[in-house]
């Protein structure tokens, strides 16, 4: 009888450990699934003559919430090219599929190639940020049998580190992302190449007003020097990662754009404690050093001595410095980043 009683309290605790861990792996995976749609879009900042620019993207993930950075992600099936120019306002489906009921927060892309239609002429670009991972603003949950989307925001720059008649495109990218309200869904279409309208949704306006920077940069230049103050007004972090100084007569521009071509300007990287090193490599462009933050509503000074060198692409040419009372385009760009400036040099 002793012997059947202690019997009976083993099965009984082991029943109680067998539901109890069944109990545990139901609320670590919760069952059912639903549609996630990715929506991308990236009105670029480029090099002046740029006309048209797209990207070929796959392998389009999603990451699970409360996972580490290095798993927790599952495949939204999706492939195909994005068009970046003109893309301002709009939003285009990019991958849709069934994935598992879950929270998700951030999302993943791989660029495989990029195309830029410039002066009339389609040239291939260096794709240097070729995975880009969008980390969301606002958890994209994904209900059992229920649908839901987010907008993948690239904030892309395409470079022309060539020349203006040999052209040498370089694409950087990074992104945030957010997810799109439900009750904004029932206007939009998510099949995969559809394209929506953003504009003049408070939703998208609030998103982008909350994850801008707006920067502002003053300076002087002489030939052996260099004094920049940036200034972030903006609500988001601004990243200096790059400051390009070209001649006025030497390129053309305007104040939303880059330099037509980046060939005989100085070129310099900042760092993450906010050095400043001059440079003359084409790596430098893709803008994968971290670079200097700056945080909403304050400034930086940045600060180069030495001689200045308008040499970069200029190979085995002559090259010439800083002279005084000519005008200069200082540009300064990052993740996020953007502002240019006219310098007299003194």
């Known amino acids: 009888m002793k012997k059947t009683y202690v019997a009976a309290v083993a099965i009984a605790a082991v029943l109680v450990v067998a539901i109890g861990a069944a109990a545990v792996l139901l609320s670590q995976s919760p069952g059912g699934s639903g549609q996630l749609a990715l929506m991308g879009t990236d009105p670029p900042i480029t090099a002046y003559g740029v006309t048209d620019a797209s990207i070929h993207y796959s392998s389009v993930m999603a990451h699970t919430a409360g996972s580490d950075m290095a798993s927790g992600w599952t495949q939204v099936s999706g492939s195909g090219t994005m ?10 489906t990019i991958a849709v599929s069934q994935v598992r009921a879950a929270s998700y927060d951030a999302f993943r892309l791989r660029v495989d190639s990029a195309k830029v239609v410039f002066q009339g002429h389609e040239y291939i670009a260096t794709v240097s940020s070729t995975t880009v991972t969008a980390h969301s603003q606002s958890r994209v949950v994904v209900a059992d049998s229920s649908r839901a989307a987010a907008v993948v925001d690239l904030r892309t720059f395409i470079v022309n580190a060539g020349t203006s008649t040999s052209p040498q495109f370089i694409f950087a990218a990074s992104a945030v992302a957010t997810g799109i309200p439900s009750s904004a869904l029932v206007s939009i279409s998510i099949q995969l190449g559809s394209t929506a309208s953003l504009s003049g949704q408070a939703w998208w306006s609030d998103f982008q007003a909350s994850t801008s ?110 002279v005084t009372g000519q005008q200069y385009l200082v540009t300064v760009i990052g993740a996020n980043t953007y502002a240019n400036v006219l310098v007299v040099a003194s």
């Open 83 to 92: 068009r970046l120019v003109g893309a301002s306002g709009s939003a285009q």
């Open 213 to 322: 920077t707006s920067v502002s940069v003053f300076g002087t230049l002489r030939s052996n020097s260099m004094v920049l103050t940036v200034q972030n007004s903006g609500n988001a972090k601004a990243q200096i990662q790059e400051v390009i100084v070209t001649p006025v007569s030497a390129a053309t521009y305007t104040s939303t754009t880059l330099p037509s071509s980046i060939t005989g300007s100085a070129v310099f990287t900042v760092n993450g404690s906010g050095s400043v090193q001059s440079t003359t490599s084409i790596q430098s462009t893709a803008l994968l050093n971290a670079g200097a933050n700056v945080t909403s509503g304050s400034m930086v000074t940045l600060n180069y001595n030495g001689a200045i060198s308008l040499n970069f692409g200029a190979g085995s040419v002559q090259v010439t410095g800083i």
